[in-house]
């Protein structure tokens, strides 16, 4: 009776919701962007409507996405609300590739909703002390990278939704960080603390994939609600990929012991076989270079790096930088590390553009600090 109850309350949920959609500005693919002159500076080229100013909403919804393949930038802007129920600072109804980036949503209700919402991608937001922090209904093959939620009674909510990936996001200081219903969710490289719950997942919200995680002082780091409805979740892989790092079990006196000085402990500590004794233990200088070949590849993708020529250059130092480090000789991996900084610095702003060489740099330092 009480799942049945909670369905009905989503249901509702949804359809007041998908009824609600007046919100004070629009943005549509034309040739103004729908409202966003009125906010910001449209590029009809990019589909990309970047706020020039902090924008406050006294009722109801903020900015409604009302088509698919558009790009919100906040720039760093915030839009403040009114936490009154199902007031939300971004609407995503219906839509398909939208990316909202560099966005601040204060004290909604929701700082942003996505309902039967499909691939797309939610990059560099922060929300702050809203209810819920982000909401997906019925909404699956998302990506949600890098955001920070913190302070929100819910930092993600998720209901009746599919393989969406929570990747690099800061989740804290709120009632359950991440919670889910009827859902699945892979969570990667999230850092979720200090939270009553951390991961809470409910009714049948099973086979998720969550590791490489640092689950830090939540009164309860996961919490399946009901067991018999929670089956076949992943919480780590074979080293060296291994699983999460937990603030209550790092320690021998917490059951963690790592005689074999491996950085794992040596004993499960329920579904993660691999814990990891150290916050980020996977964030080694090989997996850092292999994410940084990965990076080098997509920028080549998105034009950030002019030519193919370019981009072999930087991924053949950087495989030179991972075999000198594999075997041990970490004065070459260094080296090359150093070599591939000084190919970037004479290609910014030419063959690579002067954003994704300062992201690179940022890459290989933070690699080298590691040495
Ligand atoms: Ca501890
Ligand atoms: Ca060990």
Redesign the pocket.
């Known amino acids: 009776m009480k799942k049945l109850t909670a369905s009905l309350v989503f249901a509702a949920m949804f359809l007041f919701l998908s009824g609600s959609a007046m919100a004070y500005y629009t943005i549509y693919d034309d040739a103004t962007g729908g409202d966003c002159s009125s906010i910001g500076i449209w590029d009809a080229g990019t589909k990309t409507c970047t706020l020039t100013a902090d924008l406050y909403i006294p009722s109801g919804h903020g900015i409604n996405i009302g088509s698919d393949y558009v790009t919100l930038n906040g720039n760093g802007h915030v839009v403040n609300g009114v936490r009154n129920p199902f007031y939300t600072g971004v609407d995503i109804y219906y839509r398909t590739g939208v990316t909202v980036k560099n966005l601040r949503l204060v004290n909604f209700w929701h700082g942003i909703v996505l309902i039967s919402s499909s691939g797309n991608s939610i990059t560099g937001t922060n929300n702050t002390s809203n209810y819920i922090g982000i909401l997906l209904g019925q909404s699956n093959d998302n990506i949600f990278s890098n955001n920070s939620l913190m302070s929100n009674d819910h930092g993600f909510r998720v209901v009746e939704s599919s393989n969406n990936i929570f990747r690099g996001n800061n989740i804290a200081n709120g009632y359950m960080g991440i919670s889910t219903f009827r859902s699945n969710v892979t969570l990667r490289d999230n850092s979720i603390s200090n939270n009553i719950y951390g991961f809470y997942y409910e009714d049948s919200s099973n086979q998720n994939i969550v590791y490489n995680n640092n689950f830090i002082d939540n009164q309860y780091q996961t919490f399946c609600a009901a067991d018999n409805f929670c089956s076949n979740d992943i919480f780590s892989f074979a080293a060296p990929t291994g699983g999460n790092y937990w603030?209550?079990y790092?320690?021998p006196e917490?059951g963690c012991s790592d005689l074999n000085n491996d950085s794992f402990c040596d004993v499960p500590n329920g579904l993660d076989y691999l814990p990891w004794t150290m916050q980020d233990g996977w964030l080694t200088p090989e997996t850092l270079i292999g994410g940084t070949i990965t990076a080098v590849e997509e920028l080549l993708t998105s034009g950030d790096i002019a030519t193919v020529g370019t981009a072999t250059s930087l991924t053949s130092t950087l495989n030179n930088a991972l075999n000198a480090i594999s075997g041990g000789n970490i004065q070459a991996g260094g080296n090359m590390l150093q070599a591939f900084i000084n190919k970037v610095e004479a290609q910014a702003g030419k063959q690579i553009s002067a954003e994704a060489a300062a992201q690179l740099i940022d890459a290989a330092e933070q690699i080298m600090s590691k040495l």
């Open positions: 603030s209550n790092n320690t917490e």
